[in-house]
């Protein structure tokens, strides 16, 4: 009613609550988030960041230790520097080749040919199969002597490697592994291909420009985006690894064997957490790897302004 | 306003939400927290009794306890829910609940347990770690209860009572142990001229045996006679070799004269056998139906006294033959080693009388001849072990008598992880890439160092 008596004043009034409207509805929208934030996540978060300094064991003390699990962890424990060795080795070689292959894959089932959905299916597959029983799968084909890997390379005349009984193959046989489960990125490429807008191929196609040319210039800088968004996440899941650690070792008794090649970072951290009890310390190697993640983000951030190509001009 | 209004409805409406999640976990938490996991197949009594009335007409009130084990198989959880339902049978005072964990999760969820003070009241554990729990105050020490029994202690085997002390104070009871020992293939002996009933009884005799076993064609082999990496373990002989573990309560032992003898000597399998040729056979291992030894392709094993149960519906028993490890030399000693789980009582459970009782049945004579009878585990109890029941089946009598060649001792409390440091240097000398006698040396440097810098 108030609205009809002073138009002017009442549509800045209408605009404000619109305003106060859209944002408050946005809190309401990410308030379960922040709610289970608050209550889930941010009290272990700052726990550990606390137990870190701490020589907490769960059950028998937590006393204040200072620098010192920080101390043991640069000074004291080879393995540390093992499993981050080896988890950069696993990342450094599994991220490129992962986002080669993802995007090297869209491309194909990018072409319009027909029964391209089945392709697109039977390429997404794998992505949906997941955890230990993939693991145990991918053991099974890379058995040395009767793994259907190295029965498909002894056809071509290649006596295959002991992929996980051969320290110097277990990180490639797992960076093997994850290449047949590229579905998820290829998915999100797919999609960023889809949006490339057709005017610019026939205006290039016009100028004579190749098919090589075309991806070069026109299909790869429209995609950057979506290559840089996955780029971040893979290599942040890069550092995450540990399962195929755990469960693909030669021996179980020894996670990580042979030869510790399979300790990964979080591998290490598990073991030391549960059993050793040396949750403190542990906390500090969780804390260690957050800042070595945040560095190399903030890294690619920072590099993506390089050769990150966005459409909307504004260069956000 | 209406809009406002309409706002107001929906935080109204998401707090209680939120309120009513938060209430419906914390009195989770105060009812019953651990009752949800399992089903024991008893159809008896009092099962829900954590309910807040006090069940004030039953006559006597029984106590529940909630017992943990990782034995969830079909061959072992119809034993041990047998013994449960008989231990609940055998008296009106407590009734046990048998919760199956799978293997290593059980603990995991033991320590959060524990350390949300709520655990379980009686849990099977590993052997080698007891000290660790009496250590961080995980586990409740027994003395007191051990006071009033004392005569418990002697029922089990030197060794396996040994594991239990911490500051010589028991923190848990022996429940089940393992030992290894020499298995061989009759019908191979006899068809390469061996006598079937004369196993190797030293190290340069199961040399020559297996020599005489080894079948070659071609390029592959079809059987081999033994291979010590392989069919025992690189371990095994180079504790069997002093009979001194690797590591025990005082700490690791890794480079004796004796055992840097013993590595030399399990390399030689694969420089003699080819390590390329034994790491692809290694890697058809696994299965029961496809064990080399079960379907011919190895001659002799050295595996645990179980290994008869699994195999002897696969082969024809009288073809097994069974014998010590072994020994280095005349006179060093079939030496071998075990394993194995103990009883203890979470700290903080609630009803440690009453779990000691459990406890107790579970390691006497009826418990353990049931369990040992049906899975072929070396029990902790000698006296049940000897059973003539038991005594009857000669792979039983066997290796209740290899039990005087078996070493078992705890892991030093700070040496849990102990194989991760060393095992990779052992590993380098089996592939040829470090000097044995260099490769023990930096074992025993890199364990003890460990020890030093983990507190």
Known sequence: MSLRQSPSAGRRKTRLSLERKEALQGYMFVLPWILGFIVFTSGPLLFSLYVSFTNYDFTSRMDFIGLRNYEHMFDEDPLFWLSLKNTAFYVVLMVPLTTIASVFLATLLNQKIPGMRIFRTVYYLPAVLSGVGVYMLWMQLLSPDSGLVNVVLSWFGIEGPGWLFDANWTKPAIVFMKMWSVGGGMLMYLAALQNVPEQLYEAAELDGAGVFRRFRHITLPMITPVIFFEVVTTLIGGFQIFQEGYVMSADPTTPGSPMNSLLFYNLHMYLKAFQVFQMGYASAMAWFLFAIVLVITLLNMWISKFWVHYEGGDGR | MFQRK???????????????????????????????????????????????????????????????????????????????????ASQDRIFVKYSFQPFGEGWTKELAAIAAGNPPDVIIQDIFTVGQRAEKKQAVNLSEFLSKDPSVKDRFFEQLWDTVLYNNEPYALPFNTDTRFLYY???????????????????????????????????????????????????L??????????????????????????????????????????????????????????????????????????????????????????????GSGNWTFGGGFTLEIPYGAKHPEESWEFMKYMTDIAAQKYWGQYLFDNIANKEAANDP??????????????????????????????????NPFIEKALLGQEDPKSALDKAQAGVENLMKTTK
């Not at chain 2, 009130?61 to 013994?83: M, N, Q, Y």
């Not at chain 2, 070799?241 to 690791?252: A, Q, V």
């Not at chain 2, 420089?271 to 064990?291: H, I, P, V, Y």
Request: aromatic share 10%; proline share 8%.
């Open chain 2, 6 to 88: 309409k706002f107001s409805v929906i935080l109204v409406v998401m707090v209680l939400i939120g309120s009513t999640l938060l209430a419906a976990c914390s009195s989770d938490k105060k009812g019953e927290p651990s009752a949800s996991v399992s089903s024991p197949s008893n159809s008896a009594t009092p099962g829900e009794s954590a309910s807040p009335s006090p069940s004030a007409d039953k006559p006597k009130e029984k106590v529940t306890l909630d017992f943990w084990a990782h034995w969830g198989s079909t061959t072992r959880r119809p034993i041990i829910e047998k013994i449960v339902s008989d231990f609940n």
């Open chain 2, 185 to 235: 293939n009759k019908k191979a002996f006899a068809e390469v001229g061996l006598d079937p009933n004369s196993p190797p009884t030293t190290w340069a005799e199961l040399e020559t045996f297996a020599k005489k076993l080894d079948k070659k064609n071609g390029k592959r082999y079809d059987r081999i006679g033994y291979h010590a990496n392989n069919a025992g373990g690189w371990d």
């Open chain 2, 237 to 330: 002989w180079v504790q069997n070799s002093d009979g001194k573990l690797l590591i025990d309560r005082e700490g690791p032992h890794y480079n004796s004269d004796a055992k840097v003898e013993a590595l030399k000597w399990v390399k030689g399998w694969d420089d003699r056998l080819g390590k390329k040729e034994m790491d692809a056979f290694k890697a058809t291992f696994g299965s029961k139906q496809n064990d080399p030894f079960v379907i011919g392709k190895l001659a002799m094993t050295v595996q645990t006294g179980t290994f008869f149960a699994q195999i002897k519906d696969f082969m024809n028993p009288d073809d097994i033959g069974f014998a010590p490890v072994p020994e280095m030399k005349p």
């Open chain 2, 389 to 422: 029941d038991l005594s009857a089946n000669p792979v039983y009598k066997f290796a209740t008598e290899n039990m005087k060649w078996t070493l078992i001792s705890p892991v030093p409390n700070n040496a849990p992880d102990y194989k991760n440091i060393a």
